[in-house]
């Protein structure tokens, strides 16, 4: 009884630990929310200040640009409308302005509207305008009663005061233009003031449009408790902020600053705090309400179980420590065989690997067998079978014999298979190393009969080719005997190199430098036309020991490495030359970035004859491969079709 009011207790305490939690993390999500935004409001905010601020900056642009024209042409007034209108015909079309030009004493030239008079404002305007300098700009506005903004640049030749030139922008067009449209969420709008406090606009209270924050009356409470956070923005302390309205309702705001000339102006979006969180207040219930439904399931649920279940687990725990007591020692039997194990079901589902293949692949106990390797699948067999698979299981790759045994249940009928997977790569490497010294024996054999039989004839009909070609007169027959002659060289180098393959001379084995050997090769090809154009690096590793081989016929594989390596490059690329120091051994690795070696021809490259060239007797790399093991070492290569190859000569220290 009192285990059960301890779990009561302590589920009470849960369920009220993450309804508190549920509260922290909307109200997070509330303020985050609110943030995000904001931000997105002040962005709205500087666009449209941006926008303003271009506009109001192409007019000046536009102006000053006018009044230099107007210098240089005069203040004649025969054609001074079409000129003005041609030269401040876009601004006019897009914001309808009221030009003025005046004389320097202020008697109107030109005006854009009929009859116009200068006010004692704009007269004081002109006046405060003397004392600018060519391509100055003053501005000042007018928003209580005109809800104007002038701008006056004064026209200046060769510093001689000829007039001014007055600019008057309608601040309802500014308004219409870039605010009045603009809406943050469903009740969010823009609004805007100017550094003095005056109110230049607003879509919801036209009628405070000049009022200012600094003298605001009655009515300007109705809407703002107070006008601190709008003091602070007009004083340059923030960008955004939040206020209390008197309804209750709490607003967030963002400003941006429009700065042109000597006026600034501040651009202001407000949106309800309330609309940006209405979603959140919904969902916090609704997820409260589900955590506690969830949690009131879950422990009725899991009451009913534990009873049904407690005499079964109780019956189950012999058995299953039983199981396991088995299962462990089968765990240590087979974890110390070097190859993996694997059992599958009837339905190819992996129900079990031992410690080696789970190295191999990972823990894939319940997937596919098919995952591992092609000959995982299939249907279980009544009798042992043996495959052998090339390729990767797992983090392994090479040569596997997969050993395939039925696994028979109580009634004899076969339930599944047991699977003994060995890596036999090094085993089929030292078989496929004895069949190509077989052949390369054979064809030893073969090239010396053949060099016989062949080099005396071969030799008899160089000479009489010659002869005759001495003795030819007609081009054709000489150009012919040409042909036939440079054939028979061929056919000649090819023979001398099956009897080098056949029987190869003596060699002087000595220690030797391997990058010296290197660099010798080098030097010895770097006129080849075959390497012009391509890059050669050398990373060579200092102190390496010497190595007991034939200076010579080392250096003549080095050379028809680097050669097969540009012959693939075919072009600009490079060819990077690796010296360094593995075990018991001294490895040069020769890296191109040509075309690579399709995987199918990888077993063959080192077989006579076989070449992929057009002009390749397939020679080289035997010879190559049948000196290095003259050596005791072994040449290595890894490719992919499109991605260059790697050629590695591993020769052993006299120590090994």
């Known amino acids: 009884m009192k285990s059960r009011i301890l779990i009561l207790s302590i589920f009470i305490l849960l369920v009220s ?11 997070s999500l509330r303020e985050e929310l609110a943030e995000q935004y904001n931000k997105q409001q002040l962005l709205i905010a500087k666009t449209v200040a941006d926008s303003i601020y271009r506009t109001l900056d192409h007019i000046k642009e536009e102006g000053v640009t006018l009044a230099k024209l107007l210098a240089k042409r005069g203040l004649a007034r025969e054609g001074i409308g079409d000129f003005i209108s041609t030269a401040f015909e876009e601004v006019n079309i897009e914001m309808k302005n009221t030009i003025v030009l005046t004389d320097s004493e202020g008697r109107i030239i030109y005006s854009t509207v009929r009859g116009l008079s200068l006010s004692d404002d704009d007269r004081q ?63 969010g709008y823009a609004w805007m003031i100017d550094r003095s406090g005056t109110l230049i606009y607003h879509p919801t209270q036209p009628e405070m449009i000049g009022n200012n924050l600094y003298n605001a009356s009655e009515e300007c409470f109705k809407c703002h408790q107070s006008f601190d956070l709008e003091k602070r923005v007009i004083e340059g302390d923030i960008s955004y902020g939040r206020y209390i309205a008197p309804t209750g309702e709490d607003k967030i705001l963002a400003f941006s600053r429009v700065d042109i000339g000597n006026i600034r102006w501040i651009v202001c979006v407000s949106s309800p705090y309330t609309e940006v969180i209405s979603i959140t207040g919904r969902s916090m219930k609704l997820y409260s309400a589900l955590v506690v439904a969830i949690f009131t399931t879950v422990f009725v649920g899991a009451s009913i179980l534990v009873l049904i279940n407690k005499r079964r687990i109780k ?37 079990w690997i031992n410690k080696t293949l789970k190295e191999w692949v990972g823990n894939v106990e319940g997937q596919d067998a098919g995952i591992i390797c092609p000959q995982g699948t299939g249907n279980p067999s009544s009798s042992v079978t043996h495959d052998l698979y090339k390729g990767s299981i797992g983090s392994r790759r090479g040569v596997f014999q997969i050993t395939t045994a039925p696994v028979r249940g109580m009634d004899r009928k076969v339930v599944g298979v047991l699977k003994l997977i060995q ?32 080099g005396n004839p071969l030799t008899s009909i160089s000479s009489f080719v010659q002869i005759l070609k001495e003795r030819a007169e007609d081009e054709f027959t000489k150009d012919s005997l040409e042909t036939i002659h440079h054939h028979i060289q061929r056919i000649s ?94 490895t040069v690795e020769f890296a191109d970035t040509g075309v690579g070696i399709p995987e199918e021809y990888l077993d063959n490259i080192f077989d006579p004859f076989f070449t992929t060239k057009e002009k390749g007797t397939g020679l080289g790399l035997p010879i190559s491969y049948e000196i290095i093991k003259r050596f005791g070492g072994e040449i290595r290569v890894k490719s992919q079709k499109g991605r260059g190859s790697v050629f590695s000569v591993i020769l052993p220290l006299k120590e090994a």
């Open 17 to 27: 630990f993450l309804i508190t939690l549920n509260v922290i993390f909307h109200e």
């Open 125 to 187: 305007l002109l006046q405060k305008s003397r004392g600018l300098k060519d391509g100055e700009v003053y501005f000042t506005e007018r928003i209580r009663m005109e809800r104007r903004l002038k701008m006056t640049t004064p026209i200046v030749k060769e510093d001689h005061l000829l007039g001014f030139l007055l600019v008057t922008i309608d601040i309802d067009t500014i308004n219409r233009k870039f605010l009045a449209h603009i809406k943050s969420g469903q009740r």
């Open 315 to 351: 019956a189950e725990r012999e058995s299953k420590e039983a199981i396991l007591l088995e299962k462990k020692k089968l765990d240590t039997i087979v974890s110390a065989i070097g190859s993996g194990l694997m059992l599958v079901d009837n339905n190819n589902k992996i129900r």
């Open 423 to 454: 890596d036999v790569t090094e085993i089929k490497k030292l078989e496929e190393g004895i069949l190509r010294s077989e052949r390369l024996a054979a064809l030893g054999r073969l090239a010396a009969g053949v060099a016989h039989e062949i």
């Open 493 to 586: 180098e090819i023979v001398g190199q099956m009897s080098r393959l056949s029987k190869l001379p003596e060699m002087d084995i000595k220690e030797c430098n391997i990058n010296d050997i290197i660099d010798s090769s080098l030097e010895i090809i770097k006129y080849d036309r075959k390497v012009k154009g391509i890059k050669i690096k050398k990373e060579l590793a200092e102190g390496l020991p010497p190595v007991h081989v034939d200076e010579g016929y080392l250096s003549q594989v080095f050379i028809n490495l680097i050669l097969n390596a540009a012959d693939a490059i075919d072009g600009m690329g490079t060819i990077t030359i690796r010296s360094m120091r593995e075990n018991n051994s001294v």
